[in-house]
Structures are given as structure tokens and as C-alpha cells.
């Protein structure tokens, strides 16, 4: 008897470790006629999610052997999810990434560095609209990501409802946006916003100021720079190969010049940004971004700020339509701060976003084929026609569909290496921006003043940093932050 | 007969519970920081200005949750024992548990919805004539915590209730017989026959209660996120975002091994309490 259940279990057993090693032998893309499978992670699936799939069945059709598997992973919990995975070593050969993710996972070495394939002299680099690499470098100063959009940050607004109160144009200068709300009816809000943390309307209004008023002190802060390297801002070339690294940024912080409680022009931006106060409705601290959004549509609120897919999608089914336009946000002026003598502020300084490839995946050589061909001007192209999208590409000399209003769009201005990433809010890590988010949101309430927004932020970016410090010791000169700080 | 559990308890509840304690020693960021740091993750757990404030407001939130999770489902089951008629009696025991086959997050979804500026709760406040209390309840820092506590608003557990109720009809007819030949009142039936016959459930319920409270963040996680300006932060909430936000694997065992700590009390506590009730 009970060798018979002995004989049973261990018949199970075999059964059951037989199954398995048969499962696992098909799962593997080492054995013969097995298809290689390249896992990508998308959190952006409303606009890219179709456009994707579709590049995804080309590619695979003109690759025998390789399937593309899109992960669609919401975006809310994006970062989270992304980050367990990666730590767990069950994340996706290609991750999306926005700027603020990219600079968490290179620190820790979980990004693959695409330094050879994509320095702008190579023939991959060269396909990106100039300056886009330099623009997605990570603080290290390494190339982790292959740029795919420039998040285009706009002011969708009624004509007829700034008419109304006399305004027969978009307003160009924050003055002049201030003017037009204060004579916009006051009920509902002229100015609705979401102050949650996933929401960046507001933010970009915040760094796109930061970037202009920490303008002048490039080449200050670029110290450790190529040695014929001279900076220009009206020469988009100028920064080409340059980029703020993490010793760089904590010298320019301990001496002041990007510190928050000591630098005039940080000082200066955020004090035109608290302007809006008055204007933003009640409960922004707890609607959500969508609703905003829906308000927008609905004809409640007079403009909406977002980005170009957002707003594309918003007034293209909005009744009144033909009566929506958009303006750039609007920029600061010498007139509000004399310091700005380097331009004023760029309207495509919104974030970057591309696809970085991890680096463990075992399949990173097919990884890079597919992303090459993902960012061929044609394939990007078709891609724009599958659905309407907000966002230029950061590959030059795609074709936009007619109706885009990608077409009314300008470009970036000024030359600028950004202090923040690239385009992130004006935060140096994730835990950084978190608490950003509460301060921004007390600021912004009316609950803490303009001294202590600047001194809370000031504790965060120091904290930041150092612990970026401790991140890439290995890229860090410590003679050069010693020998800069008299140490 | 036991292995297979206690083999199932040693991979999945003590080893990770010893890793985390382990790892709280350490500066862990899940790639390439590894390195001992000793006390350092305590020290500065210590030291955080966030944590006293998320203690406090868990402190509030289990309160509550222990007074509905107890209380309320008590009163309940209370009032359906005492229904005369039998088949109103099961036509609520049915009833009280409808709102556990709303999935808990949809529920929260739709609190946030009540308690939106334009939501149920204002309105109804409104057409209560107490405008004075209509707020922005999941907005202002000053009243969130009881925003977050009117969530689920009747608050009744249909499992802690049918709990309850299956207490209370252990009691023998003969027993109520006694009492009203006795002359007791509902009042002293209630207080010294009813409630000492789910007094275990009462202690059980209650520390669960605790526990759970404690480990429990969704509620905020949906709801505010640990705002505004963090003012709604609690403990579980601050280990969730330095491990999978930060990526401070090691700070955030720290926090969890002072949860553990936290837990354990209150469960040593409840079990003395219920030790007491045994000999009473």
C-alpha cells in the first residue's frame, strides 16, 4: 500500500516536471524554429497603443522569426509597475520612458547605454531632429534613450470667449495672459487645473519659465565642458554634445545658481507662476486631469492647459470646434525679470519621451533592430496617419497628416541644456519630484508662501542630488566638485 | 501533515518577513546599491517629519474603522436578532451583504465622486441646510481625514454583522425567557447577556480591525495619494512609495519591521484583553 502511493506520487511528480520541461522548451527562443520575442512596455496606449501594433505587424512581417509583443501597462502606475519588474528581472526588452524614469533607472543600472549606436555622428543619430540627443542625455551624461516625441505643451482657448472681453488675440507674454483673466468671468474659474501629482499642466508653465530665467548662467553651470565649446543661445547647435552631468548641477547648486532659496531667477519664475492663484478653481487639488479635460469639451471652462494630443483630441470633439485655437504658453519677459538676457521661454520645452532598452534583456541586439526601424521617418510617419496625435516627433522629416495640429506648432527658439533632465519638472529624482508635487500643491493653494515653497525646495533638491551623488559614483569627479567648492 | 503549510509558511510569510528585517540594514535601491548601513535607515526613520504625521492619522483612521468594523456591524446584527419576524430577519441578512460584492476599489472610485466639491455629500449637506460644513472634503488638509473616514458611510461589514448574529442566536430562548421573568430590562439583557456572548468576536474583530487599518493604504492610495500636501499620509502608504516610487528598498523595510513591531503589540495586547474576558 504504500509503496503504491510511493510508486503514484512519484509517477505525478515525473508527469508533472515532464509537462513543464516541455512548456518551458516551447517558451524558449533558443530552440529550433522558435521565434524570438521582443517584449515592449507602453503606458501611452490611447495614442500610441494602435499606431504600435500596426509597426509591430510590419515589422514582423518583413522579419520571419521575430514577434513583437506589446505590454500595455497603465499609465498611473506606470513607474511602479516598471520599477518592480526591472528589479525583478521580468520586465520588457523596450520600456517607454519619460524623463523623470529615465534618470531613476540609468542611475541604477538598469538601462542599456546607447552611446555607439547613437551619438549624433552616427548614421542612427543623424535621423533625430537636431539637438534631440543631446536634449535626452541622462545626468551621467550617457545616452540611455532613442528620443520618439517632444510632448508639445499648448493653451487651448475659446476666440470667441477672449473676444468677448476684448482680447482678439492670443496673449504672447504671461502679462498679458494675466490681463485677459482678470477681465474672463470669474465664475467658473478662468483657469482649471488638476494639482495632483499626475498631472503636469501646471508644472510645465513652472520649468518652461526655470528654463528661460536659469538660461544665462550655461555656460556658469556647463563647466565641464569640450574645450573649444562656447554657448550661443540663438545658435540651436551650440549645445550639441554638451549636458549638464550630476557634479556639474551639486557645484551649481552649492554656489547658488540653481539653488531654489538662492537664485533670483528661480525666485522670479516661481513668483510669476503664483500670479495664477486667483484664478484656479477650487477644487484642484483633488479633480482629476480628465475631468478638466471634459470640463474643456463641454464649453464650462474658457481654455485648457495640455498637451497636443489632449487638446487635439479634446476640440476635435468638442460641438463648437472651429471656435478653439491654441497658443504657447506664455513667456516671461525682461520686463518681469532683467536677468533674462539668454531669450525668453522655448515652447517645445516640454518633456521628452523615447524608448530605452533594458539591460537585461537577452534579446537586446533584436531590441535595437526593431527600434532602428521604428524610427525611420516612413515608419513614423505611417504611424502619425493610424490616429491623431499632439506630440512632433523627434525624428526629422516626418510627414504630419494634413488635418495635424501638429502644423501650427513651433519649434524651439532658444539653444538650452535643461538643468532638470529633460523636461522634467524641476526635480532631480523621483522621491525630488514627489515632494515637489506637495509643495506645489501647498504653494499653489495659498497654503504655504513663496519663502517657503523656495526653501522646501530647496531641502529637496539637495537632498536629490546628494543621493545622485551616491548613484553614479562611479561617473562622478570629485576633485572637480572639491576643487569648485574650495574643499 | 503539517509540512507542506509550515513548508508554505517558511517561503512565503517568515522568510520574507527575516529578508526585510535583513535588508533594513542595508541601503538597497533593488540595482546597484547594496551596502550595510546599520542603524542608518532606523535613525532616519526617527528623524522623518513625515512619519509622525502618518502615524497620527493612521491612529484616527483605525479608531474609525475599529467603531464600524465593530460597533456598527454589532448594532446591526443586534437589531436584525431582535426582528420578529423570521423571514424579515433573512431578507436583511442578505441585504447587509450586498456593499461586499462592490469591488473595493469601484467603492472608493465612487467616494471620491460623493465627495467631490460638486459631489453627494455637499448636496446633500446643502439641502440639509448645513452649508456651513460643505467643503472640499478630500482637498483641505484640514478636514481630509474625516473625508477619508466617511468613506463606506453606513460602514456596515455584512461579515463582521452575520458574525454578530450567529453570536447572539447561540444565546438559548430559555435565557430571554429567564431574563423577562426576571424583570430585566433591554438594556441590562443587552449588557450583561448579549454582548458577553460576542464578546470573543467583539476582541477578534476589533484586532483585526487594528491590523488591518495599519497595513492599509489603498483607501488613501486611491483616494488622495497622501494628499494634499501629504497631510493624508500613512504608514503603509510611505513604505509603498519609498520601495516601488523611491526605489529605497532598504528604508522602506525599515518602515515595515516598525509596522511589524507596531502589529505585534496590539496583537499581544488583544490577546491578553481576550485572556481577561475568558476569566471574567
Known sequence: MHSTGMRRRVGAVATVSAVAAMSLAACSPSGEGAETVVRIANPITDFWGDPLQEAAAVYEEQNDGIRIEIDSVPYDSYEEVLQTQLVGETAADILFLEPPAVANFSGRDFLLALDDELSPTTEWGETFVSGMLDATRSPDGRQYVVPWSSVAVLIAYRQSEFSAVGSNEAPVTFSEWIDVMNRLESEPAPLNVSLRGDDASLFWILTNKLEATLRPLTEDINLLHADDWAYDPDDLASTLGETYTTDELYVAFETGLIDPAQSPGYRAAVEQVVQLSPFINEDSATVQPADVAQRFGAGEIPQLIGVGGTIAEVGAEAADSEDIATFNLPTITQDDFPGLAAGGENPLAGPRNGFAVNAASEVQAEALDFLRFLTQPDTVSDMYRVQVQGDPSAVDGVAYPDDSVLQETDGQEFAQISPYGFGAPPTFDTQDTDEFHAQWQSLLTGNSSVDEFLEDRSASNRAALERNLVLEEDSIDQSFIDEQLGQ | ?280
Open chain 2, 1 to 280: 501533515m503539517l509540512t507542506p503549510a509550515l513548508a508554505f509558511v517558511a517561503v512565503f510569510i517568515a522568510y520574507p518577513l527575516l529578508r526585510g528585517f535583513y535588508k533594513s540594514f542595508f541601503d538597497y535601491n533593488g540595482g546597484n546599491v547594496d551596502r550595510f548601513v546599520g542603524m542608518k535607515n532606523y535613525i532616519e526613520l526617527f528623524n522623518d517629519p513625515a512619519v509622525l504625521p502618518s502615524f497620527v492619522n493612521v491612529f484616527w483612521l483605525t479608531v474609525a474603522l475599529m467603531l464600524n468594523q465593530v460597533g456598527v456591524a454589532f448594532i446591526a446584527a443586534w437589531l436584525i436578532h431582535h426582528l420578529r419576524s423570521a423571514r424579515l430577519q433573512y431578507a436583511f441578512r442578505i441585504v447587509v451583504m450586498v456593499p461586499a460584492v462592490v469591488p473595493t476599489i469601484v467603492g472608493f472610485l465612487i467616494w471620491s465622486q460623493f465627495l467631490s466639491v460638486d459631489g453627494a455629500v455637499n448636496r446633500i449637506l446643502g439641502a440639509l441646510g448645513a452649508e456651513w460644513l460643505i467643503g472640499n472634503w478630500l482637498g483641505d488638509p484640514d478636514r481630509v481625514i474625516i473625508g477619508l473616514i466617511l468613506v463606506g458611510l453606513p460602514w456596515l461589514n455584512g461579515i463582521n454583522c452575520l458574525l454578530f448574529l450567529a453570536g447572539l442566536e447561540n444565546i438559548p430562548g430559555e435565557r430571554y425567557e429567564a431574563a423577562r421573568l426576571d424583570r430585566a430590562s433591554r438594556w441590562q439583557i443587552l449588557r450583561y447577556m448579549e454582548i458577553p456572548a460576542v464578546l470573543p468576536q467583539m476582541i477578534v474583530l476589533g484586532v483585526l480591525a487594528v491590523v488591518l487599518s495599519l497595513q492599509s493604504y489603498e483607501n488613501v492610495y486611491v483616494l488622495t495619494g497622501g494628499g494634499p500636501f501629504d497631510s493624508s499620509n500613512v504608514p503603509g502608504l510611505l513604505l509603498f512609495k519609498n520601495a516601488f516610487t523611491y526605489g529605497r528598498f532598504g528604508y522602506a523595510n525599515a518602515i515595515g519591521v516598525l509596522l511589524v513591531v507596531v502589529i505585534a503589540v496590539i496583537l499581544l495586547a488583544g490577546r491578553m484583553l481576550g485572556r481577561g474576558g475568558e476569566d471574567r
